[in-house]
Structure formats: structure tokens, C-alpha cells
């Protein structure tokens, strides 16, 4: 599955990107802000809006962790 390597609504933000400016402007929707609050992969149209608006490839934004691992890592919390 794959993962946020780091917060993107936090470094949107540090980039001047807050959410009040995400939704006036139209860069993202309100499902993406949200699926990014919660973690959640957004889709592919939003994923290429953030990719342009940090100056980032996919890869810096996100990683591909094996679900058993991820799943293994859960059940010892």
C-alpha cells in the first residue's frame, strides 16, 4: 500500500499553501483536503496538483510499504 512520507498538508502550508487558499483558488478539492487530513491516498489528478505545487516528483511525496508489514507493525502497538 502506499504511504505520505511526510505530512503534505503541513508542508503545503509551509509553502503557502493553507487550505482556505487550496479551496479558493480551486487547487485541491474538499475530498483531497480531507483524505490528506485522514492520511488517506488522494487520487492521481490531485496527487499531479501537489506534485506541481511542491515541485516534487510522486516519489518524493509518497512510498510503497508492503500491507503484511504495515499489518505486522499494527498488531505489536
Given at each position: 500500500?502506499?504511504?505520505?512520507?511526510?505530512?503534505?498538508?503541513?508542508?503545503?502550508?509551509?509553502?503557502?499553501?493553507?487550505?482556505?487558499?487550496?479551496?479558493?483558488?480551486?487547487?485541491?478539492g474538499e475530498?483531497?483536503?480531507?483524505?490528506?487530513?485522514?492520511?488517506?491516498?488522494?487520487?492521481?489528478?490531485?496527487?499531479?496538483?501537489?506534485?506541481?505545487?511542491?515541485?516534487?516528483?510522486?516519489?518524493?511525496?509518497?512510498?510503497?510499504?508492503?500491507?503484511?508489514?504495515?499489518?505486522?507493525?499494527?498488531?505489536t502497538m
Amino acid at each position: 500500500m502506499f504511504v505520505y512520507k511526510f505530512d503534505v498538508l503541513e508542508t503545503l502550508k509551509e509553502s503557502g499553501y493553507n487550505t482556505t487558499r487550496l479551496r479558493k483558488e480551486k487547487l485541491l478539492g474538499e475530498n483531497a483536503i480531507q483524505s490528506l487530513r485522514e492520511g488517506e491516498m488522494v487520487g492521481i489528478i490531485a496527487l499531479d496538483k501537489i506534485c506541481r505545487l511542491l515541485d516534487m516528483q510522486p516519489g518524493n511525496i509518497i512510498k510503497y510499504v508492503d500491507a503484511k508489514d504495515d499489518q505486522k507493525a499494527l498488531k505489536t502497538m
